[in-house]
């Protein structure tokens, strides 16, 4: 995402230090987190197909595929995929749900699915000879090690195949104005949290970085990106069953992420009615392979 949250976030430690240990809090309630995350517009889906050339028996190779939320839909479309997961708990649901769809007339129309989720670590699961004709990472490549993943993900393609990354922010946009009040419960809960923090417009989102860091690896052409604003209205309850899915809610200290929760809820409950909207933007960054 940034995932963590609805706003920004300062920490003293060193964020790759703290990669490694966010990254493993995602599967400790695998089912919290497919119930409570937002799934992709279907645009987004149509972007990966357009871009990547993504159709009936293209090879994916899918990166940190968590509860399924992209593998899924590609599946459906008729994508034969290799699904790594480093989360056990994340990669069960993931099956499962791949199994439920595969009951569906749609999976029959199309010859039914194709994937397999493996319980592994990209950075050290060993490539299978044949290469993938795309390798897609949905809000994830992020919590891959940046010393390996751009060069693993252009060893598993082929020649001409694509590096399919979608990025997910969130942006200001649905209630505004609660986002704002809420830093309050940040800055008195969250230590990490500096004071007059705001969510960017989408206009001044700059993914550049992940451009440049494809193109620094000299094995990928020009990155293309698309871009899709998505509102989505929450409950207090749902808004709250969300935050817990975020990495930096979950590693605060119990006693302080339980407070910041509570502060949340008074807010939404006192102040909106019990409803909120968050606007997310979505990214769909894809580079060929050299």
């Given at each position: 995402?940034?995932?963590?949250?609805?706003?920004?976030?300062?920490?003293?430690?060193?964020?790759?230090?703290?990669r490694p240990r966010l990254a493993r809090v995602f599967d400790e309630d695998a089912e919290l987190y497919d119930r409570a995350r937002p799934t992709?517009?279907?645009e987004l889906h149509d972007d990966l197909a357009d871009l990547a050339g993504l159709g009936p028996g293209s090879r994916v190779l899918e990166v940190g595929c968590g509860t399924g939320q992209a593998t899924v839909p590609l599946a459906r479309r008729?994508?034969?995929?290799?699904?790594v997961e480093a989360g056990p708990r994340m990669a069960a649901v993931a099956r499962r749900r791949l199994a439920e769809a595969a009951t569906t007339a749609t999976a029959t129309a199309t010859g039914g699915i194709a994937a397999e989720v493996v319980t592994a670590e990209f950075e050290s699961w060993p490539l299978p000879p044949e290469p993938f004709d795309a390798v897609v990472s949905a809000t994830a490549f992020h919590w891959i090690d940046p010393a390996v993943r751009t060069a693993r993900a252009a060893d598993a393609l082929r020649p001409g195949g694509a590096l399919a990354v979608v990025r997910t922010q969130h942006v200001r946009g649905g209630t505004e104005e609660f986002f704002v009040e809420v830093q309050r419960c940040y800055e008195r809960f969250d230590p990490a949290t500096p004071p007059g923090l705001r969510l960017p417009e989408a206009a001044d989102v700059d993914?550049?970085?992940?451009?440049?860091?494809?193109?620094?690896?000299?094995?990928?052409?020009?990155?293309?990106?698309?871009r899709h604003e998505q509102d989505i209205t929450y409950t207090t309850s749902a808004?709250?069953?969300?935050?817990?899915?975020?990495?930096?809610?979950?590693?605060?200290?119990?006693?302080?992420?339980?407070?910041?929760?509570?502060?949340?809820?008074?807010?939404?409950?006192?102040?909106y009615g019990g409803r909120l909207t968050k606007r997310y933007l979505f990214e769909v960054c894809v580079s060929p392979r050299r």
């Amino acid at each position: 995402m940034p995932d963590d949250g609805p706003r920004p976030r300062r920490d003293d430690q060193p964020e790759e230090s703290r990669r490694p240990r966010l990254a493993r809090v995602f599967d400790e309630d695998a089912e919290l987190y497919d119930r409570a995350r937002p799934t992709y517009p279907p645009e987004l889906h149509d972007d990966l197909a357009d871009l990547a050339g993504l159709g009936p028996g293209s090879r994916v190779l899918e990166v940190g595929c968590g509860t399924g939320q992209a593998t899924v839909p590609l599946a459906r479309r008729g994508c034969r995929i290799t699904a790594v997961e480093a989360g056990p708990r994340m990669a069960a649901v993931a099956r499962r749900r791949l199994a439920e769809a595969a009951t569906t007339a749609t999976a029959t129309a199309t010859g039914g699915i194709a994937a397999e989720v493996v319980t592994a670590e990209f950075e050290s699961w060993p490539l299978p000879p044949e290469p993938f004709d795309a390798v897609v990472s949905a809000t994830a490549f992020h919590w891959i090690d940046p010393a390996v993943r751009t060069a693993r993900a252009a060893d598993a393609l082929r020649p001409g195949g694509a590096l399919a990354v979608v990025r997910t922010q969130h942006v200001r946009g649905g209630t505004e104005e609660f986002f704002v009040e809420v830093q309050r419960c940040y800055e008195r809960f969250d230590p990490a949290t500096p004071p007059g923090l705001r969510l960017p417009e989408a206009a001044d989102v700059d993914g550049s970085d992940h451009a440049r860091e494809v193109a620094a690896s000299g094995r990928f052409g020009p990155t293309v990106v698309r871009r899709h604003e998505q509102d989505i209205t929450y409950t207090t309850s749902a808004y709250l069953e969300l935050l817990r899915t975020f990495s930096g809610h979950r590693a605060l200290p119990e006693a302080a992420r339980e407070g910041l929760l509570e502060c949340v809820a008074a807010l939404v409950d006192g102040r909106y009615g019990g409803r909120l909207t968050k606007r997310y933007l979505f990214e769909v960054c894809v580079s060929p392979r050299r």
